[in-house]
């Protein structure tokens, strides 16, 4: 039973991805955003420009989407306690994910919080912190197609290549 995450910093391909595996795998996608948004989000943070969302009600409005099959696709996703979970977090270049992320109408500091956030690795650590079976893609010159390849061959078993620990963006962003 597949039980997959795909997590990483917004504008990484998170949901283009998802849909991609979902399409090929005929597995249901759950698209954690929206129903964060529509059931735990608990404010506004003008300052940063986003939804303030109660991971504990998150957690609990979750449970009756976490069974069976399913691709879990989200920021937030790998916060979430998803039993047999394999998670891959998408990692992308500082300099290719500005550029989408200014695409976006991302502001200067939320945009500056994101990029910080990718080059600090907060969703590969945050995962490996909760999950036991964690990989990292690069999807900075790949199509959503292409890194859905990649997650298939880490599910095919090929998963040595997306091992943690061997994208590293600091001196890139910290120059």
């Avoid at 039993?83 to 200014?102: F, G, H, K, Q």
Wanted: with cysteine; aromatic share 4%; net charge negative.
């Amino acid at each position: 039973m597949l039980r997959l995450i795909i997590t990483g910093t917004p504008g990484t391909g998170k949901t283009r991805v998802a849909e991609a595996l979902g399409r090929r795998l005929g597995i249901r996608v759950l698209h954690l955003n929206e129903i964060a948004r529509e059931r735990a989000a608990c404010g506004y943070d003008r300052e940063r420009e986003s939804v303030e969302v109660d991971l504990e009600k998150l957690q609990e409005v979750m449970e009756e989407h976490l069974k069976g099959e399913f691709i879990l696709e989200g920021h937030l996703a790998h916060l979430l306690r998803v039993e047999n979970a394999i998670v891959v977090v998408l990692r992308c270049s500082p300099e290719v994910l500005e550029r989408r992320l200014r695409a976006r109408g991302y502001g200067e500091e939320k945009l500056r919080e994101n990029l910080e956030a990718e080059a600090l690795d907060v969703c590969l650590v945050e995962s490996l912190e909760r999950h036991p079976r964690v990989y990292e893609v690069d999807t900075s010159t790949k199509s959503p197609e292409e890194t859905a390849e990649c997650v298939l061959e880490i599910l095919g078993g090929r998963a040595e290549p997306y091992l943690p620990g061997r994208i590293d963006w600091s001196e890139e962003f910290f120059r």
